[in-house]
Every structure is written in C-alpha cells, then in structure tokens.
Nanobody, 113 residues
Framework: QAQLVESGGGLVQPGGSLRLSCLAS????????LGWYRQAPGEQRESVAI???????NYATSVSGRFRISRDIAKSTVYLQMNNLKPEDTAVYYC???????WGQGTQVTVSS
C-alpha cells in the first residue's frame, strides 16, 4: 500500500523560497505519476505540478517559471522547489499518486509579510 508523507512547509515572506519534500513508500517509480496539489481556504484542490514515470514535468500556469518538481528515486522522495513565492501561493500542499489515488496528509505553506 502506497503512503506519502509531506514536509517542508512553513511561513515565508513574499519573494522567498521553500522546498517541499514528499517521502513515498510502496510506489512503483516505473509506473506511477506523482503530483503536487494545493488547496487554499474556500477553494477547490488544484494541480500545481506533476512528474511522469519517465521524468517529464508539467506545471500550472500560475506557478510556471517559479516552481520546479523533481525526484530522487534513491531517496524515494519527490520535491517541489518554490521560488518567488506570492501571497496567493498560500495553501495546504499535498503530494499525490495518480494511479492509486493516494494522498499525503498535506503541509501548510503561508506566504505573508
């Protein structure tokens, strides 16, 4: 059974950076596409970035050029590097395995001065 544990969230000033980590267990790196999603208060959960089994990536328009998804298979970890953060990036960020519909518990990111 797949499990995901996110970490790295916190409070950061506008323009700052954070790196989120998602430790994945029970995952098949050759088959599973992973993604980072976020949900702001009162809003629907939205896709932020995905990485495919072959390492291709895709980003939401709102974060393209500022965020980067990557993975370290040896460490069973997927990362989300977030730069030039804006207040509208404030949300709970979740890691997700598409094939098994597995979600992590989420990590809060707050961008505020």
């Amino acid at each position: 059974q797949a499990q995901l544990v996110e970490s790295g969230g916190g409070l950061v000033q506008p323009g700052g950076s954070l790196r989120l980590s998602c430790l994945a267990s029970g995952i098949n790196w050759k088959l599973d596409m992973l993604g980072w999603y976020r949900q702001a208060p009162g809003e629907q959960r939205e896709s932020v970035a995905i990485i495919t089994p072959v390492g291709s990536t895709n980003y939401a328009t709102s974060v393209s050029g500022r965020f980067r998804i990557s993975r370290d298979i040896a460490k069973s970890t997927v990362y989300l590097q977030m730069n030039n953060l804006k207040p509208e990036d404030t949300a709970v960020y979740y890691c997700h395995i598409v094939r098994s519909a597995t979600w992590g518990q989420g990590t809060q990111v707050t961008v505020s001065s």
